[in-house]
């Protein structure tokens, strides 16, 4: 056989695709077996592909990976080339199914038999997952290269399920708020506020504006518009938002979580956006800039987290191991422009990423945010309105 | 034209000069129209078509020819995978409702005119609900007997078997949801053909002494067999195509549609949808023009088509 | 023997289509748990609760009504030129209007997504010197082009038997008696193809009225059709009661909806052998 076809041979056996023995055989190497075994790391090492990441995590040895992991998470949220060197490393494709808000994702867990393997939840969600047992307690000594201590307590604790246990049901992925974006090559007025989002939306920016496909972001900024609690379960208080987003659906643009494509093409000026986006698309248009409304709005953490039952399990485990190396962590976000929680990978991000305000806003804009509540997730009164809303 | 043989008559010089032909006018309107409406529905095809080939990143570019898009798609697991599905889940829904639509609708011939229109009502509703509401009532209803099942069945499976099989939404379940709706739509294709059949055919050949079974086989199966063909390509074709209700209850699966919808939500869209799509187009333009080569020799060889083969018209 | 004949068909219709939409009529008088879901209830409230939902119902019924009305504008000119006119090419033209039928439902949509898109048409205007640039996407004309250009075929093949059948000499005694085109048309032409016209609204509109891909694709999550608000109140409002006791609303619209138009036809469709 030739070269290639051995390194290939010698990949499914470290992958454990396929057992020693098989490979001795395949690769007629019988008699010299104890020799390979003993040169193994030097022979492995010369015949994995030589990128940059590489060194830094290898998959765990004599676990079949299998070829398929099915990710759930959200738009623009992955660096496609991070994704691309895990298949590297472990020839398993990674496949994306991409929602823009936890309701979905909870809608077709509660419904059953997705097939999913790895989940990007949201700090609210945990509650309900966990009593709906939709997701496995973290095994982390599958997890080797988390290590809890270097996470910021506030992002990484809604993960314990119960609260206050040491069962964890997510480790940290990232961190950001939810607000808008503004090209403002086209929409010159500077704004500030929700109040400017959602009375220039009706007015001069009309069939300009986009808001999420999501009620609690959507729902949530409407009531800060009016000064009320993001999470606010109130029916006068949420009466009242109901009244502005019905007040502005005629004149948005799209109601949709998918706001980069508009933007970008310029059919849409101004959308609800998270910080991430923010940061790719001022990235590649200047004139768009991340606004955080003066009222408040949210603070969020998300996390990947392991859905019990999945099918590819093992896989998954090595996804997550793989994601909480610091080197990968920190070269994802430079991607997608989400702050992250290890401060190992933090100590890793170039300079203008740390001095990046749509990241890191400044305190007098971050302290009025508020972190989303599990009751905000579920209310049948927000979730009621938003159907209304959009049937209207 | 038959018009112009009862116009009055009128000289024919006079008729050159002065006269025009009153269709040519008419007929430019009409060709127009028709030029219009084909243009209509081919621009976006011939759109498709034309990105598959295109060199570019994304499917609404046209940078340069090439043929990347094509090896691409078909290098993507996803892809194969996902034709893979649909084509096993379109033969077995084909296959599954033209045999029992078929048999339910020479059964149905027999029956009490009662309970006629009960399996008529049935397959009425089968065909006017909409595929939303199929598709979330039949999750449900899958869910629910599984989940019901599901600790019956490891509850009494031996041991030495390992461990017991738990039934789960997948390729079964899609073909079951898909085949409702097919098998009606058999159902109502064969009946009408049933309807419009000669009867005295079958009689005769009752007459001379056939077994049933032989008049089913050599009188009414092939004068049924359009129909039957018609129906086994509409039902594969409806469950090749099919979205919405594959979606609620595909499970695990992916079927093509599945894989073309997530992939068109997620802009900006890989050319490689253009290259599936143009090269089911090609095959299906085969098999039609294949379907209407036999055809033709077919029907020469039979000679000058009966009343009872003209039922491909129809359809 | 008959009975056995009838098995599996019996089986399929009790157990996926009967008991589904039984357990969707339980479940419409249940109520929604706390975290989503269903909870059993004997209760009518998820159908007093539809009304607030009639917005999307109204959507659905105006825009399908429509649609149909342009496909049969669209349709009718076209059947007659190719019954009457076409000779030899009709059965080539005719594959040629059921072909695109045989394309992805998804990539032609997908395929106008980017024609009524920003770098499709708009665009094109644009550049022709209108400004500022015209959004054709996320309205109630996208959507409706985008339903009369899946369902079009549909209302073509009725209509096309029908005027096929047309005993031609009829059109010829009328323009005898001395009726012009138009009249004759209106007259007698019109009437003896009423079946067809009937049976291609049917087919169109029924299923315009569970369509939930186009307006999804096309609308932007503006438009919204009975469908759409069925699949979000299972999908992401996560209220199973009312969306179930949504969708029985659908499904009663539906079959009076298709009742009426049957019941018009009842006369004349003895003897039209259309797809219906």
Redesign the interface.
């Not at chain 1, 948005?252 to 949709?256: H, N, P, R, V």
């Not at chain 2, 009425?124 to 199929?134: C, F, K, L, R, S």
């Not at chain 3, 157990?15 to 939409?21: D, G, I, K, S």
């Given at each position: 056989m030739d070269r290639t076809q051995f390194q290939k041979l010698y990949l499914d056996y470290e992958r454990g695709r396929i057992d020693r023995r098989a490979f001795l055989k395949a690769s007629g190497l019988g008699l010299a077996a104890a020799v390979l075994a003993a040169c193994a790391p030097g022979a492995g090492a010369s015949t994995k592909p030589t990128a940059g990441t590489s060194s830094d995590w290898a998959p765990p040895k004599g676990v079949n990976l299998g070829d398929t992991l099915n990710l759930t998470t959200w738009p623009n949220y992955h660096d496609q080339a991070t994704l691309d060197k895990f298949t590297e490393l472990t020839g398993v494709s990674i496949a994306l199914t991409i929602f823009g808000?936890n309701?979905?994702m909870?809608?077709?867990l509660?419904?059953g038999s997705t097939g999913w393997d790895v989940l990007v939840p949201t700090n609210y969600t945990f509650e309900?997952y966990g009593?709906?047992g939709l997701l496995e307690v973290l095994d982390l000594s599958k997890i080797p290269n988390f290590v809890s201590s270097r996470y910021e307590a506030r992002f990484l604790e809604p993960a314990h399920y119960p609260a206050g246990s040491s069962d964890l049901l997510g480790i940290s992925k990232d961190w950001g708020t939810t607000g808008y974006v503004v090209n403002t090559k086209n929409a010159t007025k500077p704004m500030t506020s929700w109040k400017d989002f959602f009375d220039m939306a009706q007015g001069e920016l009309s069939?300009k504006v986009m808001i999420h496909?999501y009620?609690l972001t959507s729902i949530g900024n409407a009531l800060k518009y009016h000064g009320f609690s993001f999470n606010s379960v109130d029916p006068n208080e949420l009466a009242k938002a109901e009244e502005t987003l019905l007040a502005a659906?005629p004149h948005?643009?799209?109601?949709?979580s998918d706001y980069q494509p508009?933007m970008r093409?310029?059919?849409a000026w101004v959308a609800m956006a998270w910080t991430g986006d923010g940061v790719q698309l001022n990235r590649d248009i200047p004139d768009i800039k991340y606004i955080i409304g003066s009222e408040g709005g949210e603070i969020w953490s998300d996390f990947f987290a392991v859905i019990a039952g999945a099918p590819h399990r093992d896989a998954a485990y090595a996804f997550l191991d793989y994601m909480a190396v610091p080197k990968v962590m920190a070269a994802d976000a430079a991607f997608h422009g989400y702050p992250i929680v290890d401060s190992a990978g933090i100590d890793l991000l170039p300079a203008e990423f740390k001095n990046n305000p749509i990241i890191y806003p400044d305190e007098k804009l971050l302290s009025p945010l508020e972190f989303g509540a599990a009751v905000t997730l579920?209310d049948?009164n927000r979730?009621?309105l938003?159907?209304?809303v959009?049937?209207? | 034209m038959?018009?112009g043989t009862?116009a009055p008559k009128v000289p024919a010089t006079t008729r050159r000069r002065r006269i025009p032909n009153?269709?040519l006018g008419?007929?430019r309107v009409?060709?127009a129209?028709?030029g219009l409406?084909?243009l209509?529905?081919?621009?976006?095809?011939g759109?498709?078509v034309l990105f598959s080939f295109t060199a570019g990143e994304h499917?609404?570019e046209m940078r340069g020819l090439s043929l990347r898009w094509y090896g691409a798609a078909f290098e993507n697991q996803f892809v194969t995978r996902a034709l893979s599905s649909s084509l096993q889940v379109g033969l077995l829904t084909a296959v599954?409702s033209t045999?029992?639509?078929t048999?339910?609708a020479?059964?149905?011939q027999?029956?009490r005119p009662r309970l006629r229109a009960a399996?008529d009502t049935?397959t009425?509703?089968?065909?006017?609900?909409?595929?939303?509401?199929?598709g979330?009532?039949?999750l449900?209803?899958f869910v629910?007997v599984f989940g019901f099942l599901n600790p019956l069945l490891a509850g009494v499976w031996p041991s030495e078997l390992g461990e017991a099989p738990k039934l789960a939404p997948g390729l079964q379940t899609i073909v079951?949801?898909h085949?409702?709706f097919a098998?009606a739509l058999v159902?109502?294709?064969v009946r009408?053909r049933l309807?419009?059949m000669d009867r005295t055919l079958g009689e005769a050949s009752a007459d001379l002494f056939a077994t049933p079974w032989r008049t089913f086989r050599q009188i009414t199966l092939p004068q049924l067999s359009p129909a039957i063909l018609a129906s086994f390509l509409l039902s594969f074709?409806f469950s090749f195509?099919e979205?919405?209700i594959t979606s609620f209850v595909k499970g695990n699966v992916t079927t093509?549609?599945i894989y073309?919808?997530s992939s068109?939500r997620r802009p900006p869209?890989k050319p490689d949808?253009?290259a599936?799509?143009t090269v089911?187009?090609a095959f299906?333009?085969l098999m039609?023009l294949s379907g209407?080569l036999i055809y033709r020799r077919g029907a020469r060889r039979a000679g000058p088509p009966s009343a009872a083969t003209d039922a491909t018209a129809?359809? | 023997m008959?009975?056995l004949?009838?098995v599996?068909?019996t089986a399929?219709?009790l157990?996926?289509?009967?008991?589904?939409?039984g357990?969707?009529i339980v479940?419409s008088l249940g109520t929604?748990t706390?975290?989503?879901?269903y909870a059993p209830g004997l209760t009518l409230q998820n159908y007093a609760d539809l009304p607030?939902?009639w917005?999307?119902f109204q959507n659905t019924l105006t825009l399908a009504l429509i649609g149909t009305v342009l496909c049969a504008l669209?349709a009718y000119?076209?059947a007659?030129?190719?019954a009457t006119?076409a000779g030899q090419k009709r059965t080539v033209?005719l594959?040629?209007?059921i072909?695109?039928?045989?394309?992805?439902?998804?990539?032609?949509t997908?395929?106008?997504?980017?024609?009524l898109?920003?770098?499709g048409i708009p665009s094109l205007l644009q550049t022709l010197g209108v400004e500022p640039?015209p959004?054709f996407?996320?309205t109630h004309a996208a959507v409706l082009l985008g339903i009369v250009?899946n369902y079009?075929?549909l209302m073509v093949f009725p209509l096309y038997?029908s005027l096929e059948r047309l005993d031609?000499?009829l059109?010829?005694a009328s323009?005898?008696l001395g009726a012009n085109?138009l009249r004759t048309f209106f007259q007698v032409t019109l009437p003896l193809t009423a079946p067809g016209l009937v049976s291609g609204a049917l087919l169109v509109f029924?299923?315009m009225?569970?369509e939930?891909?186009i307006p999804s694709?096309l609308g932007?999550?503006?438009i919204?059709f009975v469908?759409?608000?069925?699949?979000?109140?299972?999908?992401?409002?996560?209220?199973?009661p009312?969306?179930s006791a949504a969708?029985i609303g659908?499904?009663g619209l539906?079959?009076l909806t298709?009742t009426v138009y049957l019941r018009l036809t009842r006369v004349s469709s003895q003897r039209d052998?259309s797809?219906?």
């Open positions: 808000s309701e979905e909870l809608a077709q509660q419904a309900t009593q709906l069939g496909d009620q659906k948005l643009f799209a109601i949709s508009p093409a310029g059919d579920t049948q979730a009621d938003w159907n209304r959009k049937s209207a | 038959t018009a009862l009153p269709g008419a007929d009409f060709r129209h028709s409406v084909f209509f529905l081919y621009v976006p095809i759109l498709v499917a609404g599954l045999t029992f639509g048999i339910a020479l059964a149905l027999r029956v399996y049935l009425y509703i089968a065909i006017v609900i909409p595929g939303i509401v199929i979330i009532a039949s449900v209803f629910n079951g949801a085949t409702v098998m159902i109502v294709l009408a309807a419009g074709t195509d979205y919405v093509l549609p073309v919808f068109i869209v949808i253009n599936i799509a089911i187009l299906t333009l039609l209407w129809d359809v | 008959t009975a004949l009838l599996p068909t399929w219709y157990f996926l289509l009967v008991v589904p939409l357990i969707l479940f929604r706390d975290v989503g879901g607030t939902r917005p999307a669209v000119p076209l007659y030129y190719l006119r033209l594959i040629l209007v072909l695109p039928f045989w394309t992805s439902f998804l990539v032609r997908y395929a106008w997504l980017q024609i898109g920003a770098n640039r959004v996407l996320n250009y079009l075929p038997v031609k000499r059109i010829e323009k005898d085109r029924i299923p009225m569970g939930y891909i694709i932007g999550g503006k919204y469908g759409n608000a069925l699949v979000d109140l299972y999908l992401q409002s996560r209220n199973w009312l969306g969708a659908l499904i539906v079959v298709a052998v797809l219906l």
